[in-house]
């Protein structure tokens, strides 16, 4: 599978559709998502080309690697869901077709802002 540049996550990096932002630095870009499950439903994505969690794990870099994952924890301390500053929050990440992603760029779901309930549902 190769990378779409016209998915939605990739239009919003390149400012082609807006965002409700968060948060950006050099490797991420975190925005509201568009249909909240939760009363913060935030997404975490990186700034780099990136299909999904494995694909990302095989390809970035190491800098791009540690840049997301401290993203998600300065999103959450931001937000007042980190488990430094709130009362914590769920991370989640959909990979590919059993796992039910439906946008084709790595992205990080953070759920808080109340009890996240069960881990998987159905
Ligand atoms: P997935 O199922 O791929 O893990 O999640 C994709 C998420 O992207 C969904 O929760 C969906 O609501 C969100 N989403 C889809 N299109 C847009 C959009 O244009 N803007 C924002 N902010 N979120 C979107």
Avoid: W
Wanted: charged share 25%; aromatic share 10%; net charge neutral.
């Amino acid at each position: 599978m190769t990378y779409d540049n016209n998915n939605i996550f990739a239009k919003i990096l390149r400012k082609e559709i807006p965002c409700k932002k968060i948060y950006e630095d050099d490797f991420v870009l975190s925005f509201y998502d568009i249909n909240p499950q939760k009363k913060i439903h935030a997404l975490v994505i990186p700034k780099g080309s990136y299909i999904n969690l494995d694909d990302f794990s095989e390809n970035a870099s190491p800098e791009e690697i540690v840049g997301l994952i401290k993203g998600v924890n300065t999103v959450a301390k931001k937000l007042g869901i980190s488990a430094i500053n709130g009362k914590g929050y769920r991370a989640l990440a959909n990979i590919s077709e059993h796992g039910g992603q439906e946008v084709p760029h790595l992205h990080f779901h953070l759920f808080g802002g109340e009890k996240v309930g069960k881990m998987v549902s159905e």
